[in-house]
């Protein structure tokens, strides 16, 4: 499941990825349906957090009996057992389900079994008599609900005015359709059989065995025992949909469909398209074929994301579907990239299943990794190299929070489970991953990993399997590298220093933890052990020399150079995950000969680590932005996009409303030129990444620096095109309506409600819902974010809104206390579901993180650190929110008399920033 928190156009999308479920009005979490007694006795005592041993399923057969239109579905579930210590009590979980009967059968003999529900998550089953050891089996019938809040579990989603139900079951979402042994370890064949009204269809990971008449117009779909299978990658979708066949793919001629809402088949013609091209890709690099016996691919909308279950993955349909005349570049590419990431897993995840959730890196952050490293020979001009470097800068800065989490964390409750999936998973795990990989060399990873996939292949397997092929593969010592990554949070902050005293040329080289300003710095010291790779001019060319560096301090020499370098750089192409700080004189030489001489990914490396260097004070803000201003016309869009980020230390949450105008003119003077060049409209001929570049330099000009050209021109176009939503070009029509709604009046932001009030296609609606979660006057913010507590409200869409106002400075205050007001509302309460699905509960206090003063700190801990228990896993999330609150502070103090020196070009008495340690 990939964690898409960079495509700005799929921000609503995105969002939605990391959230959990809620069953809308479904019964108590386990209930179980057992008639009235006088006295019961106390119910069992629940595993805390894992499911004991003792007993183990080796196969499931599921019959489900479901109509889209309903909340209620009815289940019957038949799980053979292994015993493996006699014992009178199975636990096993299950959520939201009523079981209606349950039995077990050993030896020919049934025995009655008394269910309860304990906890939220488990359902136990309590024998007179022991089971022995051996076999037996387990028959349960039960009902659940798809809810029409959630997104996880079974859902039910009205799209077009049909319904269907879909499902999201990674990573505790099985239990909610079905009890089961809900941890990846269990990993079995399941079969499944649907009964569904006239005029659906079913579709799950496996091929279909019959199709049958059933009682009252039903019809019974029968389906293929899957290969063995955690229960999280379990999926299946009902209701009309449509087929759209693409040409069989990989070695095996795999079938291969993309499924659809009724009517939408065409929209998933470039899906179609690509689809077959990837899987051959990857079956190439791993040397094995896909495993299963077919590729459905399955459009789900409000989905967050995509889901790599075998045979059924599964895509938010704003990502997989797309009519001609509303399709983009940037759409098209998201959906390839998140393809390669789906596809990727089909080996890493669900061939090799992870034994536990602290392994989770292992599925996401391969997948991650993986999708450059495919796209880098599939689509060259889509720069995947350079991608990955991008990426790794997001990693980095992501992992700058002392609260950040481990690559590999223990896991110590659910709400750990579910933070899981976040930017240290995904984007450390695949620099990690990138970084080894340019160690050990190419080849030579390859094979460790096709070794990995032989050994564990069918079964479940952990990160010290995955080190070990890849030690036994380069003769190297990979875990104690890799672990000094994976079991502590943080990057190394190495510095580097050019010696050339007695005529041998080297680079000094000392690390540290990298620490923004406002962290604190751990108790523990911490080093790495990290490969280091100095690039540098040789005598005919450029050149590199590398070393392991497994103490705080080492040297490295430069054995090519004949003479002191006019130049090093310590990161070549940016394959370390590493910040560097080059003493000064270091710096000096490569500012002023070696720029030139970087690669395209250096130059991007450069440009992050000189906005990491002084968010930790050591550059000075006015010598860090003057690089911002240099690559503003640079015709490279990596590198372009790269400097922007340096945009950071000219927030407007660093400065104060006096400031602001400078800040405006900065950018409208930087920027402003070349968005008015390249305009609104994308012209015939021009390259992919000019259409990709255009609406974020457009958004900026306009939002950021208010352009008063661009600002009216957007207000018409927005207009015309709520008039014809033919009158913008697809990849415009977002930045569009942002810039008309940031900018808008009352009787603009009335417009766009009473437009999204009226729209059907849930696209279109999106694309409303885009452009309203930007307005900036904070009046018709309060007045938009009613519409959240109306019953009509499907907040699986809409709550961007409320994330999108904590993000403006000007209506963050309006964004917390909307929640303050509301937070029952919107969470729930003990035995009373919420408006919001449940999982994104635990993310509410990323609404303060915008915030930059202590006093706001103080507010937001004071109003969630009592809620924590209401929203797991928000704990985690709001130690982070403060800290992204002190750092961000701390800068402010720091390096404010710098940024204002940079906005009004008058020097500064900026601190001196201290020297590089030697």
Not at 58 to 64: D, E, F, K, R, S
Not at 819 to 840: A, C, I, N, S, W
Request: some cysteine.
């Amino acid at each position: 499941m990939p964690n898409l928190l960079r495509p700005v156009a799929l921000a609503t999308v995105t969002f939605l990825a990391a959230c959990g479920a809620r069953q809308g009005n479904a019964p108590a979490p386990g209930a179980v349906e057992t008639p009235p007694v006088v006295q019961a006795p106390a119910a069992p005592t629940p595993p805390e957090l894992r499911l004991p041993d003792d007993v183990r399923p080796t196969q499931y057969a599921i019959v489900l009996k479901m109509d889209p239109k309903v909340e209620t579905f009815e289940g019957t579930v038949d799980i053979t057992l292994d015993v493996k210590k006699a014992t009178n009590l199975v636990w096993l979980h299950g959520k939201g389900l009523i079981v209606k009967e349950a039995s077990i059968e050993q030896g020919g003999v049934k025995l009655a079994v008394k269910p309860s529900s304990s906890g939220e998550d488990f359902l136990g089953l309590s024998l007179e008599k022991p089971l022995a050891v051996g076999g037996a089996k387990l028959h349960l019938v039960y009902t659940g609900a798809a809810s029409e809040r959630e997104t996880s579990g079974a859902f039910r989603v009205n799209e077009g005015g049909d319904w269907y139900v879909y499902t999201q079951f990674e990573p505790l979402g099985a239990r909610r359709a079905f009890p089961s042994f809900d941890e990846p370890s269990f990993k079995v064949p399941f079969q499944l059989t649907f009964h569904v009204p006239q005029g659906n269809v079913a579709v799950t990971n496996t091929p279909q065995l019959a199709e049958e008449a059933g009682a009252d117009g039903w019809r019974i779909f029968r389906f293929a025992p899957t290969q063995p299978l955690p229960s999280y990658l379990i999926a299946f979708g009902v209701g009309p949909f449509d087929f759209l066949p693409a040409r069989d793919a990989g070695l095996k001629h795999v079938k291969t469909r993309i499924i659809t809402p009724r009517g939408r088949a065409s929209e998933g013609a470039w899906a179609a398209k690509v689809t077959p091209d990837i899987l051959e890709q990857l079956e190439k690099y791993f040397g094995i074929p896909y495993a299963y016996e077919k590729l459905d691919v399955l459009a789900v909308p409000l989905m967050g994301g995509a889901m790599e279950n075998p045979g059924l993955v599964t895509f938010n349909s704003r990502l997989i579907l797309s009519r001609p005349e509303n399709d983009s570049v940037g759409r098209q590419r998201a959906f390839a990239n998140v393809q390669v990431h789906e596809l990727a897993h089909q080996w890493f995840g669900d061939l090799v299943t992870m034994a536990w959730w602290d392994d989770l890196w292992l599925n996401e952050s391969f997948a991650s990794w993986m999708t450059p490293r495919i796209v880098e020979s599939w689509q060259p001009t889509w720069d995947g190299p350079v991608e990955r470097v991008q990426d790794r800068n997001g990693a980095l800065d992501a992992d700058s929070l002392v609260s950040a989490r481990f690559i590999r964390q223990p896991i110590r409750n659910s709400g750990d489970i579910q933070n899981a999936f976040d930017g240290i998973t995904y984007g450390k795990g695949s620099a990690v991953l990138a970084m080894t990989e340019a160690w050990l060399g190419r080849e030579v990873f390859q094979k460790g990993i096709q070794r990995y996939i032989r050994a564990h292949a069918g079964g479940n397997a952990t990160a010290k399997d995955f080190v070990d092929a890849l030690s036994a593969e380069s003769g190297k010592d990979v875990a104690s590298v890799m672990n000094s990554f994976l079991d502590q949070t943080g990057a190394p902050f190495i510095t580097a220093t050019l010696l050339c005293d007695g005529g041998k040329p080297r680079v000094a080289l000392t690390q540290e933890r990298y620490l923004r300003l406002g962290s604190k710095l751990p108790d523990m010291a911490q080093s790495w052990k990290v490969p280091v790779c100095v690039k540098y001019p040789g005598a005919t060319k450029d050149v590199t020399a590398c070393t392991l560096m497994t103490e705080t301090k080492a040297e490295l020499p430069l054995p090519e150079a004949k003479a002191c370098p006019a130049w090093v750089f310590p990161n070549a192409e940016g394959a370390g995950y590493y910040r560097v700080r080059l003493a000064d004189d270091t710096r000096a030489k490569l500012m002023k000969a070696g720029l030139t001489k970087l690669s395209r990914a250096e130059r991007v490396v450069l440009l992050g680590d000189a906005l990491a260097l002084a968010q930790a004070g050591v550059l000075p803000a006015a010598e860090a932005l003057p690089l911002l201003t240099r690559v503003a016309e640079d015709p490279d869009r990596q590198v372009l996009e790269a400097g922007m980020e340096l945009l950071d230390l000219v927030s407007s949450r660093l400065l104060t409303p006096e400031q602001e105008p400078e800040r405006a003119r900065y950018i409208r003077d930087t920027f402003g030129p070349r968005a008015r060049k390249l305009g609104f409209k994308p012209r015939t001929g021009e390259s992919e990444d000019t259409r990709l570049l255009r609406p974020r330099l457009l958004e900026l000009a306009a939002n950021e620096g208010h352009d008063p050209k661009l600002v009216a021109e957007a207000r018409t176009l927005a207009d015309q095109w709520l008039k014809d939503r033919r009158a913008v070009a697809p990849e415009m029509v977002g930045p569009v309506l942002s810039i008309a709604a940031n900018h808008g009046d009352a009787a603009f932001n009335t417009k766009l409600v009473e437009t999204l009030r009226a729209e059907k296609d849930r696209y279109t609606r999106q694309q409303l819902l885009g452009g309203l979660s930007q307005v900036s006057d904070p009046k018709l913010v309060q007045e938009n974010l009613q519409m959240l507590l109306e019953p009509k409200t499907d907040l699986r869409e809409s709550m961007w809104l409320l994330f999108g106002a904590s993000r403006d400075p000007r209506t963050q205050d309006v964004a917390v206390d909307f929640v303050k007001k509301h937070f029952d509302t919107l969470v729930g309460t003990e035995g009373k579901p919420g408006l919001m699905p449940e999982g994104m509960g635990s993310r509410l206090p990323y609404i303060g993180a915008g915030f930059c003063d202590a006093g706001k700190r103080q507010e937001l801990a004071a109003f969630f650190e009592p809620r924590g228990k209401q929203t797991p896993g928000s704990e985690r999330v709001l130690r982070q929110v403060m800290e992204i609150v002190d750092q961000c502070g701390a800068l402010k103090e720091k390096q404010g008399d710098s940024i204002q020196s940079f906005l009004s070009g008058k020097p500064a008495k900026t601190p001196q920033a201290p020297p590089a340690p030697l």
